[in-house]
């Protein structure tokens, strides 16, 4: 039997970009990991489009295992080599989601000025 979570955020677009153009590295570098900070710089004109799907998903996965007070870099969105999206879990998150046993599964979408993100946990009951 396992129990299932749902997570869920909406991100403006222009409100990370802004966060980006004032704080520049020292917001990039605590919010995002080296990968996630690649991946958006690949494509120049979807920088914060992108940076912005994946801190929704960072909220998302927050709501979905009920992790307050964890880094925002020990939730990552990976690329897997289909170009589907998925989610690794480092130091805290890693460890408190590992005590549930499960999996995740997102979904990233963005347009406009909103960036969403949708998250479904799954775990041992």
Partial sequence: MSNVSVGIDL????AI???VDRFGDRFLDRVFTPGEIEYAKASPALF???LSARFAAKEAVRKALRLDGVAWRDIEVVRHEDGACGIALHGAARHLARTDGGALAV????E???AAAVVIAT???
Avoid: K, T, Y
Wanted: net charge neutral; aromatic share 0%.
């Fill in 11 to 14: 991100v403006q677009i222009s």
């Fill in 17 to 19: 970009a802004a966060s």
């Fill in 48 to 50: 914060a489009s992108r």
């Fill in 107 to 110: 979904s990233l979408s963005h």
């Fill in 112 to 114: 406009n000025d909103q």
């Fill in 123 to 125: 775990r041992d009951a």
